[in-house]
């Protein structure tokens, strides 16, 4: 899968979230990069302080940043579906991150 349509699926993750949702999301970049350099097999990263752990201190920090990492989702993906899937839980997964949803939530939810 070239870079275009990955990004594409990507775009198209974020449109899945409830409208509602969507609105409380702030100062958030949503990236795709090749791989994380110290961990290649992780797929997604939300890194910023989330929103839950906000204070007055926050205001003026640069964006909060979500990375979907493509190489180690197509690794793990056998067909354009699956891909689909993947990247879709992914952004779904690193979004939680940011209104404070920890991990082990994530995954009784079913997006761990």
Same mark, same amino acid.
């Given at each position: 899968m070239d870079e275009e349509r990955f990004e594409e699926l990507v775009s198209e993750a974020l449109d899945l979230i409830p409208q509602q949702?969507?609105?409380?999301i702030?100062? #958030? %970049?949503v990236l795709v990069d090749a791989r994380h350099?110290?961990?290649?097999d992780l797929l997604g990263l939300y890194h910023g302080i989330? *929103?839950?752990?906000?204070?007055s201190h926050y205001a003026g920090s640069l964006p909060d940043t979500i990375t979907v990492y493509r190489d180690?989702?197509?690794?793990i993906c056998e067909s354009e579906e699956? #891909? %689909?899937?993947?990247?879709?839980v992914t952004v779904i997964h690193e979004i939680a991150?940011?209104?404070?949803?920890e991990e082990d939530? *994530?995954?009784?939810?079913g997006w761990g």
């Open positions: 949702l969507a609105e409380a702030d100062n #958030v %970049v350099d110290e961990e290649p989330a *929103l839950t752990e906000r204070d180690a989702i197509l690794d699956d #891909v %689909v899937h993947e990247v879709a991150h940011y209104f404070g949803i939530r *994530l995954h009784e939810l």
